[in-house]
């Protein structure tokens, strides 16, 4: 299995925008469709979008699908997670996976944290 890192994450005032990364510290992404997905205090972890592997695919659920993009390069082995217009509600550990559902996920990484606030 293709493990990942997460990056990119940090304090960003209500509004802001930052750019999440997912990569591999072995192997190759390509092939694999990715998910991003998230955990916030005390809530259970949700998913938050998803690219297929040739990226002829993109889901982002409802709520977030004009504040949030997904995108990859596989040339740079890098699948993004685009977030503009942040809201306190956001605030999470951010976690990518090669899957596209919570379910699917045998193994998560470290993830990396987002803060939204003022």
């Known amino acids: 299995q293709v493990q990942l890192v997460e990056s990119g994450g940090g304090w960003v005032q209500p509004g802001g925008s930052l750019k999440l990364s997912c990569t591999t510290s072995g192997g190759t992404l390509g092939g694999y469709a990715v998910g991003w997905f998230r955990q916030a205090p005390g809530k259970e972890r949700e998913e938050v979008s998803c690219?297929?592997?040739?990226?002829?695919?993109?889901y982002i659920p409802e709520a977030l699908k004009y504040r949030f993009g997904i995108s990859r390069d596989n040339g740079k082995n890098t699948v993004y997670l685009h977030m503009s217009n942040l809201i306190p509600e956001d605030t999470a550990v951010y976690y990518c996976?090669?899957?596209?559902?919570?379910?699917?996920?045998?193994?998560w990484g470290q993830g990396t944290q987002v803060t939204v606030s003022s």
């Open positions: 996976a090669t899957a596209c559902f919570v379910v699917q996920v045998k193994t």
């Open positions: 690219i297929s592997a040739r990226d002829d695919n993109r």
